[in-house]
């Protein structure tokens, strides 16, 4: 069809949806309710808008399939509106310089690059959405880069399939200025040397609209894969990356309709939901007292039989009773409640020891009016004589719980006699050289 047309300008025209009939030459594959010609009101033109499935509702140029389009120029640009969360593909009738015929599938349903010798998958997922874009395709680079030893001669075949709006397709001969990097965030844009030129006035939409120039070729989908960690993009995710940017490029009272999803800026308010207030976060907490001996691991088992032997070694060889039994190791429950001011109350499952001794007395000091903490601690460890060394009081740990019924006779015959006086107020004995309280248990 164009073989023997000039094309040596800057662009050579495919389609426009001007006219009286644009779609004249093209095989519609379609009813007229999914594919029509309408006038847009914020481009200002005609437009050709595919609807539906697009596997079923498409375009086809040329017409028979005996026919070839012969366009020898490297870009190939479509001028589109893709909707938000509608599928969208074109699939390209390439030729080389051996004459050999290769496809290129370009579509948003692909998640990652494939192909075969003859056929290659290009995935879309970073095509700009809810904005008009002139999509530029790299014929050279697609075809030198996924076929190797290929060299691009001509593109004999275009299919643009659902959905989409369709204003001009055309072909240039220099790569336009890619305006969709500084929009999307990229960071540091890969070094080219290529020079770049501006699309022609005839093929450019009204100032006024917002629109965007995206080129497509292998450093732009490497470069997508990298910003991803290489993981094909859901959805959602390419509906988010793909608008990422486009507020650069509309009017101020747009910019500020916006809200972060998954990480990423989206165009328009977030959606009203009522999960939102309604929300309850159910995490499972360890409880201390559901905790039970069958929970030790074998380790923690092998070790507490290893110290039992060893405490009933030693209560053979010396012949003490004052550690505890393996029942009653058993049988101990100590249950820990913690208030609001952090006072701790402990709680023994033992049985009370027989007897508690002439002396076992707690000491108490007046508590301060001023802190309700020490109203809590009245009571004081067992009465000491002045003489006896402090550490006297203190038990050893492994006999701690079971000598508190039992009297030592060497502690009998040190002690020294005190002299108390009772306090019918207070309930309890007062002792008048070191003016402390004594209180019986």
């Not at 033109?45 to 017409?63: C, H, M, R, Y």
């Not at 399939?161 to 960071?187: E, V, W």
Request: hydrophobic share 30%; net charge negative; charged share 20%.
């Amino acid at each position: 069809m164009f073989k023997n047309e000039y094309q040596g300008g800057a662009f050579v025209e495919i389609f426009s949806a001007q006219g009286k009939n644009p779609g004249a030459k093209w095989k519609i594959l379609g009813s007229p309710s999914v594919i029509w010609k309408e006038f847009d009101k914020e481009v200002k033109s005609f437009v050709f808008v595919l609807e539906g499935s697009s596997q079923t509702n498409k375009i086809q140029l040329p017409k028979e399939n005996k026919q070839i389009l012969g366009l020898i120029q490297r870009f190939l640009v479509l001028q589109i509106y893709i909707p938000l969360g509608q599928d969208f593909s074109t699939e390209l009738l390439i030729t080389d310089l051996g004459n050999i015929k290769r496809r290129l599938y370009l579509s948003t349903v692909h998640k990652e690059l494939s192909s075969t010798p003859l056929h290659a998958k290009i995935p879309l997922f970073m095509i700009k959405r809810k904005i008009w874009c002139n999509l530029c395709i790299d014929l050279v680079a697609f075809t030198s880069e996924i076929f190797k030893g290929a060299v691009f001669q001509s593109l004999d075949g275009i299919i643009v399939s659902a959905n989409c709006k369709l204003r001009k397709i055309f072909t240039l001969k220099c790569k336009p200025q890619d305006t969709a990097d500084k929009d999307a965030g990229y960071g540091v844009p890969f070094p080219t040397d290529e020079p770049t030129d501006i699309i022609p006035r005839s093929c450019q939409l009204t100032t006024d609209v917002p629109q965007v120039t995206q080129l497509l070729n292998m450093t732009k989908l490497r470069q997508t894969e990298i910003k991803f960690g290489g993981h094909p993009l859901s959805s959602a995710e390419s509906d988010q990356f793909i608008n990422k940017g486009t507020g650069n490029v509309r009017n101020s009272k747009n910019q500020d309709v916006c809200h972060i999803a998954f990480g990423s800026r989206v165009l328009g308010p977030p959606p009203l939901s009522g999960r939102r207030n309604n929300m309850r976060i159910s995490t499972e907490e360890y409880d201390w007292r559901n905790y039970q001996p069958s929970q030790m691991s074998e380790s923690e088992l092998q070790m507490l039989a290893s110290l039992r032997r060893q405490q009933n070694e030693e209560l053979e060889d010396t012949g003490d009773s004052h550690v505890l039994s393996a029942s009653q190791v058993d049988n101990c429950n100590v249950s820990i409640s913690t208030s609001s001011d952090d006072t701790t109350t402990w709680n023994s499952c033992l049985p009370p020891p027989v007897n508690q001794g002439r002396h076992y007395q707690k000491e108490m000091n007046p508590p301060s009016p001023s802190n309700p903490r020490d109203w809590l601690n009245m009571l004081s460890p067992p009465i000491v004589p002045p003489s006896q060394h402090p550490t006297d009081q203190h038990l050893d740990s492994s006999g701690s719980l079971s000598t508190q019924g039992e009297e030592d006779p060497s502690v009998e015959e040190d002690e020294e006699v005190l002299t108390l006086l009772y306090d019918p107020c207070l309930n309890c004995y007062f002792d008048p050289q070191t003016g402390k309280y004594y209180e019986l248990v």
